[in-house]
């Protein structure tokens, strides 16, 4: 039990304070979300350490001393530092409290709000450009993160609603033929995490292309490390040492280690405000991306999740998931080509002479499983090109007259083996493999 369910005496939406009771019977009829539930009962309980009564002598108070009570309350938030948001809405949540305790009209309380702009955000927010996305999603370090990335930007869920995405949601989806794969959202969700339907309101979205290959990776991944994946189990599991190994798969990842792990994304991608990059940015990148391609307002409106006005809601029921999945397909998230970042490497590579690269991939990743994907390709492309550790120069770059080097002016750097293959292709040369793993390279001035 948590602090302010003991401390105001709670049963689920039931409270042994017949003040506190009132409002959450309230609160029932009208959204009965457990977020909202949560962050009532805990103001209330700051508030009542606050005055040093229960709530019920609270609301037995003269109106003038109740309305003093609360605005220096809110006025102490406020210089405790809280945003103003923070602030107006503890107030909100207080008057609430009262209201449903018969003060209203003369009773009313009268307390001032803090002015808050219309655009006003206390912590500075960056929506990164499709760009900028696309390569975090390479930089993310997995095929797991790199799917999260993508299916964040290209549904616009929630990061609860990721979290609590079951394997069985998208199994039937993703043995489909399509380029949009449906998303479901729906109440029951909040089992898994209280915020995963907001509003208890059902809808589906998709995620596109990009993000069902990393899908794909990802549980292949997964099914090559255990056995195969139930359709209880959560589909974004956590892989936390402090997890037992066998409530992982029915662990979700949590809400801050998702957070960090899109900032890190974005540090590595080298995005300039990557500390202001959070899992609601790619949200918001996912209704830019829905306007600029100019797909209709209430389609948008229903794929971000907002209540629709009047009845129209019945208009997107499962009849018309086709002709949603249709529009969706044709909307453009990544500016880069249909074929990924890896996918034109795979090409390059055939350019070159290796052929069956995808064999190679799968064979080297059996035996190292710790590697993903591009570096597996570009350990095979070394092999393949000749380039060999503490070699000193590219076998098909020697110079005949190997003294005239002595002659030569270079500039150097250390660099990843995941950026070798495009600075060979800038006409840089390896010096030597560091014990670290990474690489010593040179390019002629």
């Keep these: 039990m948590r602090v302010w369910e003991e401390f105001l005496r709670l049963d689920g939406w ?33 508030f009542c350490r606050y005055c040093k009564v229960n709530p019920d002598t609270l609301v037995s108070l003269p109106s003038a001393e109740a309305s003093k009570l609360c605005q220096g309350f809110t006025d102490s938030l406020g210089d405790r530092g809280f945003s103003v948001r923070y602030v107006n809405v503890s107030q909100a949540f207080l008057k609430t409290f009262y209201k449903e305790n018969g003060f209203t009209g003369e009773k009313e309380l009268k307390v001032e709000r803090y002015h808050q702009p219309t655009r006003y955000r206390k912590k ?37 609603t990721l979290r609590a995405l079951l394997y069985g949601d998208v199994k039937d989806e993703l043995n489909r033929n399509s380029d949009a794969v449906k998303i479901p959202v729906y109440p029951e969700m909040k089992r898994t995490d209280e915020g995963a339907c907001k509003g208890n309101i059902p809808y589906y979205t998709f995620v596109s292309r990009e ?60 995005v300039q405000h990557w500390q202001d990059v959070t899992p609601k940015s790619l949200r918001k990148a996912f209704e830019s991306a829905l306007r600029n391609n100019r797909l209709d307002p209430k389609d948008q409106e229903f794929l971000m999740g907002h209540i629709l006005p009047g009845t129209q809601d019945p208009y997107y029921d499962s009849s018309k998931v086709e ?9 453009e998230f990544f500016k880069t080509a249909q074929v990924d970042k890896l996918e034109m490497i795979k090409v390059f590579a055939h350019t070159l002479g290796i052929d069956k690269i995808e064999v190679k991939i799968q064979k080297m990743r059996e035996k190292q499983r710790d590697i993903d994907e591009m ?5 095979i492309m070394r092999e393949e090109l000749g380039i060999k550790p503490l070699e000193t120069k590219m076998v098909k770059n020697k110079e005949k007259n190997e003294d005239c080097d002595n002659h030569k002016k270079y500039e150097s750097k250390i660099i990843d083996e995941r950026a070798l293959l495009s600075h060979i292709d800038d006409g840089w040369e390896i010096i030597k493999e560091l014990k670290n793993g990474k690489l010593a390279m040179r390019r002629e001035l």
């Design 211 to 270: 993000a069902i290959k990393a899908l794909k990776e990802y549980l292949s991944e997964r099914k090559q490390a255990s056995e195969e994946i139930a359709d209880g189990e959560l589909l974004f599991c956590s892989d936390s040492n402090q997890v037992p190994r066998q409530k992982q798969r029915f662990t979700p990842v949590s809400r801050n280690g998702l957070e960090r792990m899109v900032k890190r994304a974005a540090r590595l991608a080298d």
């Design 323 to 331: 002709d949603l999945r249709a529009k969706y397909s044709k909307i």
């Design 375 to 379: 570096e597996a390709l570009g350990k």
């Design 124 to 160: 500075p927010e960056y929506v990164p450009t499709s760009d900028e996305i696309h390569r975090m999603g390479y930089a993310a370090g997995s095929a797991k993160n790199r799917a999260m990335i993508f299916a964040l930007y290209t549904s616009g869920v929630r990061n609860s």
């Design 14 to 46: 039931r409270s042994q304070f017949v003040s506190v009771d009132k409002v959450l019977r309230h609160y029932a009829r009208r959204v009965r979300s457990e977020r909202t539930r949560e962050n009532f009962c805990s103001t209330l309980m700051l």
